[in-house]
């Protein structure tokens, strides 16, 4: 085992049980190592789901392991995010694909497995056609699904997708009923509203990647026009992920100083713009599909923010009911992202322009939904 080839004394120690605590209210839990995996501080309560692992556990006792991220759909994004979560150490993962594909994830799997040594993680990666080794998935990605060419628009995507997804969803409800759920196949907004409608999970444990990249984007462009490490860039962009998506120079920021005060409108509308169509342009230079390796970035940034509870309030595609006004629909929002998935969505006081176009971003969300319902009953 790789456990033992390097760094034996660590891992030996690793090894046995390394340490006992008792959570308030649960049964003992053992924090161990190389055999049952490693401590994670991540949904201890979801992890410690899954107690007597381990025969050798007394009842109530409960085996502590990493994290568990599936990624269903192991494409372009589905695979580059499996190699931001490993090279992070985010957790033990599993890259699944449709049988068609044969060995494809498995060797996509080995092939990042054997990049640890280099990139030092010990998180656990395998390939499967299999959604029996996805069970008990603490988060699962669905990158599932067709990604555009040149000339077509996400929507076009709708009727194809939103069969994959839904199937797809069947099968992550099935074999892990507690985990939360990402969904990054387009047209977004609607396949996560397909996700949360076919999998019955609470609304906060199904969300949508989008606004993570979407604003990243927007960060990128704003920091080549200005000349300054987008590190100290912070903006928010709201609404669904399609060219209605609404930007939000009021919660635009560098160094702390507004927007508007560095830029004057004219650049500021070319920059939004260039944000909006960010995923065209890709998909332009590129010719066989869609950009993967920032939409990756995003989504294990979400990945992360789940799986260690950091409560990073980013943009997702959470759903909206009395929030915004928007009335049971997915759409870009501010979210506080931690263990429990969504734990709060920040509403914040829009000016007349910003509601007009969140509004209009609202309705072109509905108009999606309404397409796929019809597509799905015929
Ligand atoms: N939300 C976003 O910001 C965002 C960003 C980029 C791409 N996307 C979308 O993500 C999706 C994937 O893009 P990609 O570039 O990885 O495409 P890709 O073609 O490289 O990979 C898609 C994978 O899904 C697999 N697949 C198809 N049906 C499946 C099923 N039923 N079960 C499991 N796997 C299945 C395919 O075999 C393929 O390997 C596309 O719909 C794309 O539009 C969304
Ligand atoms: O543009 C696409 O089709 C893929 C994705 O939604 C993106 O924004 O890059």
Known sequence: MRESQNHCGRHAARSAIIAEVRPPGEGAVYLTSAVRGRYSPVNPGRVGDRKNQDPQLQDGETTMRRAKISIIGAGNVGATTAHWCAAAELGDI?????????????GKALDLMQSSPIMGFDSNVIGTNDYADTKDSDVVVITAGLPRKPGMSRDDLLATNAKIVSMVTEQVAKYSPNCVIIVV???????????????GFPPARVLGQAGVLDTARYRTFLAMELGVSVEDVSALLMGGHGDTMVPMPTCTSVGGIPIRRLLSQDKLDAIVDRARKGGAEIVGLLKTGSAYYAPAAATSQMVEAIIKDKKRLIPC?????????????????????????VEKIVELELDDQEKADFQKSVDAVKELVAAMAKLLEG
């Open 94 to 106: 599993v890259l699944l694909d449709i049988p068609q594909t044969e060995d494809m994830p498995k």
């Open 317 to 341: 595609a959470a759903y909206c009911d009395k929030e915004y006004g928007v009335g049971g629909y997915y759409v870009g929002v501010p979210v506080v992202l931690g263990s429990g998935g």
């Open 185 to 199: 196949s387009n047209p977004l907004d609607a396949m996560v509203q397909q996700a949360l409608k076919v999998s």
